[in-house]
């Protein structure tokens, strides 16, 4: 019979293999990607499409929500979620608003929101990296490349002092590939997006209708508030 080591051996044994265990189970739980909501009142979505060769039109949507997992260390692994409710975009006029939530355009009756869904990201450095993923528009899906930098991560200054990241993206689609090819004189087919995102680390974010109970990201009571009719008549033009 094997004679037993000296117990103060196998106490120091039993500790580095406990402390290594403690170590390892550290850095699994560190890599795995964390969850955040985007906040609705601090992402918006700038567009840009020519009116008639005149100069480049200009509109916001405000209000999306989605899930964003990522890892700072691993963009590889990041997953983003978002859906953008067209109801909300802004053109500075209501007749413009109107005309182009209208059937003949954007057609935000039968189809009131644009999703994205990520599927993969190929980092380019640091702190830049291009998302690829799947753009769901007017009852169309196809491939959209989303330019993105990351601005920082870090606790947020105000209360309630939530850990946040902030992105900047930009991508180019043509309207015709999903369907809006309307007054083709009058309004260009290429369309440019700038994306202004911030996302707040949430352990209950739930992703775009999910049911569950996701942390409201902004103070500003406006985002309560209902969406507005996405109603206008096809014959009014941009």
Same mark, same amino acid.
């Given at each position: 019979?094997?004679?037993?080591?000296?117990?103060?051996?196998?106490?120091?044994?039993?500790?580095?293999?406990?402390?290594?265990?403690?170590?390892?189970?550290?850095?699994?739980?560190?890599?795995?990607?964390?969850?955040?909501?985007?906040?609705?009142?601090?992402?918006?979505?700038?567009?840009?499409?020519?009116?008639?060769?005149?100069?480049?039109?200009? !509109?916001?949507?405000?209000?999306?929500?989605?899930?964003?997992?990522?890892?700072?260390?691993?963009?590889?692994?990041?997953?983003?979620?978002?859906?953008?409710?067209?109801?909300?975009?802004?053109?500075?006029?209501?007749?413009?608003?109107?005309?182009?939530?209208?059937?003949?355009?954007?057609?935000?009756?039968?189809?009131?929101?644009?999703?994205?869904?990520?599927?993969?990201?190929?980092?380019? !450095?640091?702190?830049?990296?291009?998302?690829?993923?799947?753009?769901?528009?007017?009852?169309?899906?196809?491939?959209?490349?989303?330019?993105?930098?990351?601005?920082?991560?870090?606790?947020?200054?105000?209360?309630?002092?939530?850990?946040?990241?902030?992105?900047?993206?930009?991508?180019?689609?043509?309207?015709?590939?999903?369907?809006?090819?309307?007054?083709?004189?009058?309004?260009?087919?290429?369309?440019?997006?700038?994306?202004?995102?911030?996302?707040?680390?949430?352990?209950?974010?739930?992703?775009? !209708?999910?049911?569950?109970?996701?942390?409201?990201?902004?103070?500003?009571?406006?985002?309560?508030?209902?969406?507005?009719?996405?109603?206008?008549?096809?014959?009014?033009?941009?």
């Amino acid at each position: 019979m094997p004679a037993m080591a000296p117990a103060p051996a196998r106490l120091r044994r039993s500790a580095a293999a406990l402390l290594g265990g403690l170590v390892l189970l550290a850095a699994t739980a560190a890599a795995e990607p964390a969850r955040y909501a985007l906040d609705p009142v601090h992402t918006r979505v700038m567009f840009a499409v020519s009116h008639a060769g005149f100069s480049q039109a200009l !509109g916001t949507v405000s209000g999306s929500e989605g899930i964003l997992e990522f890892d700072p260390q691993d963009w590889s692994s990041a997953r983003l979620d978002v859906r953008v409710p067209l109801q909300r975009l802004d053109l500075g006029d209501e007749d413009w608003n109107r005309a182009t939530l209208a059937r003949r355009l954007l057609d935000a009756g039968r189809w009131p929101e644009a999703r994205f869904v990520s599927e993969r990201v190929e980092p380019l !450095g640091a702190d830049r990296f291009i998302v690829h993923g799947q753009l769901s528009l007017r009852g169309v899906t196809r491939p959209l490349a989303l330019e993105v930098g990351f601005n920082q991560l870090r606790r947020h200054p105000m209360p309630p002092f939530r850990r946040t990241a902030g992105f900047s993206a930009r991508a180019s689609l043509s309207r015709s590939d999903y369907g809006i090819d309307a007054w083709p004189t009058m309004i260009g087919d290429q369309v440019e997006l700038r994306i202004e995102a911030e996302a707040v680390r949430s352990s209950r974010a739930a992703a775009p !209708g999910e049911p569950g109970e996701t942390e409201t990201a902004g103070s500003d009571p406006s985002t309560a508030a209902p969406l507005p009719p996405a109603s206008g008549e096809d014959n009014v033009q941009p």
